[in-house]
């Protein structure tokens, strides 16, 4: 592990050394894999290959601060590229199946970096096994042996000392993203397992002590991950809950306000993005206070008007689906009344979950001015009706049948997801509490 110490402490000057920004200039030998939907995929975009004055494909990527990693992709795959500011190169991927034999083969290379690149894409995948075998504390020092050994694998290649630095960087945080599955793992065998403090210290180690580095997908990914699972100690709550205590870790816990702006905008937007805006005031808040990137700060402004739509108060989006004995039943039928609607399937096990709890609210409430709507995106008509008896479901229970316009109008992507109408038709929340969460009878109060 001292060598990997030495590594880092050389990063501050490399780093600082090459933040000079300078474009990137990439040619295209195709000869190998052909021109289709040819481009480079740098920092989640696309820029395709164009000819160039010379009749060659080319690709130039501008203003490049960082050393990093790009893909060069020929329709659906892909060779991996190791950039740093003012590169010049020209590279022939081959995607042949004779690559597997010969793996330096894969992508050959000319120009700067030209080594390293064929080395990227010659390299055998390492995987570190059995993860699921271990405690925290076997897990963390299973993690710190492979690292050290896959970074001596490197340092044995003798390559600049720039690649060096931040690929063992990427070593180190590609070999972390294990955790996740570890994570997964410890919470099918106890859903009520929490963490000790050793396995936080341990992975907010990792990423405190090189947040220069969170110009890397792979420190991104686990850094978001972390603020994730550890702002709640791996305990399930709603995911608004869950989105608010996140960007409140990220600030208690980062320093780089490039990092910070960042991870704030990736959960702040994935929430207004997917499931609500209704109850989001407190969350769009804290954005606006903590986020200092104005380009940012736009984009989301821009994604919370777009979003109103779906705000408290607004009209809701109308269904029209069939009911078990084929009538169909539309949103308006229930004008006059509070509707609570479930977007659920029955192989979904979280919506199963939660069917105990809407049967006895709708016990609970009967003969209140509210109605139950459970939607089902069920294909199989016969599984559902079946699960609908079994369990003696009540309420109003409805297939969509195909019918994806209700779900999609409420930009749900995934479920369960619960609506909650007030008797004018209009949205009371567009992402309502579960029926297991007790805040959902205090919001029915405020309509019954």
Not at 2 to 31: E, N
Not at 130 to 154: K, P, S, V, W
Request: aromatic residues 12%.
């Amino acid at each position: 592990m001292k060598t990997v110490k030495y590594l880092i402490v050389l990063l501050l000057p490399l780093l600082c050394a090459c933040h000079r920004a300078a474009d990137v200039s990439i040619t295209l030998d195709p000869s190998e894999c052909g021109t289709e939907q040819a481009c480079i995929v740098y920092q989640g975009d696309e820029y395709m290959f164009e000819e160039n004055e010379q009749g060659a494909l080319s690709v130039t990527l501008h203003a490049v601060a960082y050393p990093n990693y790009v893909q060069v992709k020929i329709k659906n795959r892909s060779r991996e590229l190791f950039i740093t500011p003012g590169d010049v190169m020209t590279v022939k991927p081959n995607f042949k199946a004779a690559t597997s034999k010969e793996p330096s083969t894969r992508l050959m290379a000319e120009g700067d970096n030209a080594e390293i690149n064929t080395y990227l894409n010659a390299r055998p995948h390492y995987r570190f096994k059995n993860y699921y075998e271990f405690t925290e504390q076997e897990f963390t020092e299973g993690l710190d042996a492979y690292i050290a050994e896959r970074t001596a694998e490197l340092e044995a290649m003798n390559f600049t000392k720039v690649f060096t630095v931040v690929e063992s960087q990427r070593i180190r945080f590609t070999a972390l993203w294990n955790f996740l599955a570890f994570n997964k793992y410890l919470k099918y065998k106890n859903p009520e397992m929490v963490y000790t403090s050793h396995m936080e210290d341990y992975m907010l180690g990792n990423l405190q002590s090189n947040e220069k580095f969170c110009f890397l997908d792979e420190y991104k990914t686990m850094a978001i991950a972390s603020s994730k699972i550890f702002a709640t100690n791996g305990k399930e709550v709603d995911v608004h809950n869950n989105v608010v205590q996140s960007v409140h870790y990220v600030t208690e816990h980062f320093t780089n306000e490039k990092l910070i702006n960042g991870m704030i905008d990736y959960f702040a937007s994935d929430y207004i993005q997917n499931y609500s805006v209704s109850n989001g005031a407190e969350l769009i808040e804290f954005y606006n206070e903590k986020v200092t990137d104005e380009a940012l700060k736009e984009k989301f402004a821009a994604l919370v008007d777009e979003k109103s739509r779906l705000g408290k108060g607004q009209p809701s989006p109308v269904f029209n689906y069939p009911d078990v004995d084929g009538n169909m039943i539309s949103l308006n039928d229930f004008k006059g009344k509070a509707v609570y609607i479930d977007l659920w399937a029955t192989w979904c096990g979280p919506c199963c979950a939660e069917i105990p709890y809407i049967k006895a609210l709708e016990h609970e409430l009967e003969g209140e001015n509210i109605v139950f709507v459970s939607i089902s995106l069920d294909k199989d008509k016969k599984a559902w009706k079946k699960m609908l008896e079994s369990q003696k479901m009540g309420g109003v229970q409805l297939n969509f049948d195909g019918n994806r316009d209700f779900p999609q109008a409420y930009d749900s992507k995934s479920i369960p997801r619960f609506i909650l109408i007030d008797a004018d038709g209009n949205i009371v929340d567009s992402n309502a509490p579960r029926p297991s969460d007790p805040k959902l009878k205090d919001l029915f109060k405020t309509l019954l």
